[in-house]
Structure formats: C-alpha cells, structure tokens
C-alpha cells in the first residue's frame, strides 16, 4: 500500500505508539525515534471511519497526548510483560469451529442480575479521563448509552457521578479504592449508593507502591509544568477526584489498605448494600474466599497489568476461577481484550461478560465520542 494512503498512516502512528513504550509489548524499540514520530498533522488527517481495528486506535491516541499522559495510559509495572502477555494469551487460545450450525440468528444478550444486556461487554474503570479528552467520562458515558453497554466509574474519575449518570440516562457501577481510611471508604460507598449505583466493585489488585518505569520514562521527556494539570503539583487521587469531594482525605496515604485481608473484605461486604463485586481476583483460592465473604460477583483482572508484574495473562487465569465459582455467581473478566474473538474465547472459557478499558481511553482519545463508540463497535 502506498505510504500516502491513510491506513498506511495509520499503521505508522500505531508502530509510533508501540515505540513510545517498548516495554509495553516486551520488544526492542522499534526503530522509531523522536525524529521518525508521525507528525501530529498526519493524525489529524486520520477519520474514525478509516481505522480497521481496536489495536490502530492507540498510535492515533499517542500522537495526540501529551508524553505524561499517554505514558499514564500505557504504562504497566516494570518491564510492562504482563500488560502485553494478557492481550498476547488470546493469540494461544485455538477455536474449535463446528460448520453444521444454523447462525441465522444470533443472540448476544447475557442476562446478569435480572437486568437484560444485550451484549456481554462492559466498559470498565479507567481513572483521570480528562487527561485523555476535554469531555472525559461524559462522553463515554455517552458512548456507553449508544451502544447499550454498561459503564463502570472509576473513583478517580475527572467527571462528577451524576453527570456520568445523567449522559449515560442510567446507573452505573462504581469502581471503589477503599483507601486505607475506613471513614473515607464509608462516605464513598454512601455516596455511590445515594447516587443510585446499583454494584459497587471493590479494587484489591491495587498493592501499596509500584514501579511503573514507562510512566517516568514519559514524564522525563515531557517539558510541560505538571501545576497545569494538577494544582500544587498533586497526582494523589484522592485529593483531586470529584468522589472524594468533600470528603476528610487528611488520614489517607494509600489507595488501599495494607492490611487488606479476608476479614476486611467481610467488613467492605456489610457495609455494601447494593451489588458487591470484587476486582483483580487471579486465584481460585482468591475466589473462593470471596464467596465465603458474599460477594455477589467476581472480576478476572490485574489492572491491565499497572500493578503488578506477574507474567500470568487475565484469561489463563480465568478457568480455575470459573471452576471454583461453579456457576453460583458471575465471573467477569478485563485485561487485554483487543477483537471480537477475544471476547467469543472469554465466554467459551466461562466468563459471563468482558471489561474493555485502555482501547476505549484510546478511541476517546482520538475521536471523543465517537471514537469510543467506534471501539465498542
């Protein structure tokens, strides 16, 4: 194809966003310094229309951030493995495909909770989206609704609950980091619940500390001042968050309790009286605790492999969890989702519905809205 063809540049800026963070696929860069970065005028003669899969939205989404911010969005734990093994395990998983099966009509619908979904995917926790895009988490709520799918809210959102609330013309779920002040973790889950959330999905892949190497290897080649997006030059999300508004944050040191353990959990569950889910379970041992405490759903995840460098994929892990659970509650799954047949193999492996997260950061990124809706698509 010709190299002034616009897929072609489109191709480009993705191996521009590949090279950005080398470790984010585990590669050698990729031979694309700063001198061979696409121009951002290229970018923008790039239309939604023209980008052919989920994985080109992120080189459109590097040429339009910021270094700090697109290193936030990429970044994983130290050598960045595992964020690329979680999407790289889908590409070992073979599908077994029968041909004498009427497909005339499909249903893609999963039924969770008593609530109807007509597909079983929903767009997951990302934090701090106005980094990403002026509109931030109003617009993809505003996405979420087009598409119909359901929404999870970030307690690091730029946006306020009830404006999520309102452009997505119905609840959603709010992702909680406990912080390690339990009066913190008590006025966030009433406030959810005030709000009308109908499931609140409590965060525990989120130890204290971590080493995430491509976001400071970004942010030392970003000249901006960081006081012209963070005032006082804070990043701590509990003193910038709308959710934590109004909130005594002067005790709280840490996005989650050190002490986090079975018994807390069991605190967090009675505390809770919608929907309790837990997030970033990788262990059926993990699983089975959590249905002893009573929880009402499970999430396969690692935080899209921010937290921890484990070098153990989300969907490897997911069938010990789907046996432990044995069908008692749903099991949900994240972490580098990127086709449709990622999706098809998720469900086949037991999960009820998939997160989407970084692709739709991305799509916003490029596109606002319909750049998200495009990813969901």
């Not at 979420?144 to 929404?151: L, N, P």
């Not at 069991?266 to 379970?281: A, T, Y």
Request: charge should be neutral; glycine fraction near 8%.
């Amino acid at each position: 194809m010709r190299d002034s063809d616009p897929l072609s540049r489109t191709r480009r800026l993705l191996l521009n966003g590949l090279a950005a963070a080398p470790a984010l696929l585990g590669l050698p860069r990729l031979g694309l310094g700063a001198a061979d970065a696409v121009p951002k005028a290229d970018a923008a003669e790039v239309t939604v229309d023209q980008v052919l899969n989920v994985a080109e939205f992120e080189g459109l989404a590097r040429a339009k951030l910021p270094p700090a911010h697109f290193g936030y969005l990429a970044t994983g734990a130290d050598d960045d493995r595992t964020v690329f093994l979680n999407h790289d395990a889908y590409s070992h998983i073979e599908i077994r495909s029968r041909r004498f099966v009427d497909v005339s009509r499909l249903d893609t619908s999963r039924r969770i909770w008593g609530s109807q979904w007509n597909q079983p995917i929903y767009l997951s926790a990302v934090s701090s989206m106005r980094a990403f895009h002026p509109e931030a988490e109003v617009a993809v709520a505003r996405a979420a609704a087009s598409r119909e799918f359901q929404m999870m809210l970030s307690a690091g959102s730029s946006s306020p609950l009830r404006d999520v609330i309102d452009a997505r013309k119905a609840p959603v779920w709010q992702q909680l980091y406990a912080t390690d002040d339990w009066k913190v973790t008590q006025a966030i889950v009433h406030r959810a619940e005030h709000a009308g959330c109908p499931a609140i999905a409590l965060t525990v892949d989120s130890p204290p500390g971590r080493n995430s190497e491509t976001l400071r290897r970004a942010m030392q080649h970003d000249d901006r001042v960081c006081t012209q997006c963070h005032a006082g030059g804070k990043h701590d999300m509990w003193l910038r968050a709308p959710m934590f508004a109004g909130i005594d944050v002067s005790r709280v040191t840490g996005l989650a309790p050190a002490s986090m353990s079975g018994d807390y959990l069991e605190r967090v569950r009675k505390l809770v009286s919608v929907k309790f889910l837990v997030k970033g379970v990788v262990t059926a041992e993990d699983a089975t605790q959590a249905m002893q405490a009573g929880v009402d759903g499970i999430i396969v995840s690692n935080h899209g492999g921010r937290q921890e460098e484990t070098l153990r994929s989300t969907i490897e892990c997911l069938p010990e969890i789907v046996a432990a659970v044995g069908g008692r509650i749903p099991v949900f799954i994240d972490g580098g989702i990127r086709r449709g047949t990622d999706i098809f193999k998720a469900l086949a492996l037991g999960a009820t519905a998939v997160g989407i997260g970084r692709p739709y950061a991305w799509g916003l990124t490029a596109f606002g809205q319909p750049g998200a809706e495009a990813v969901a698509d």
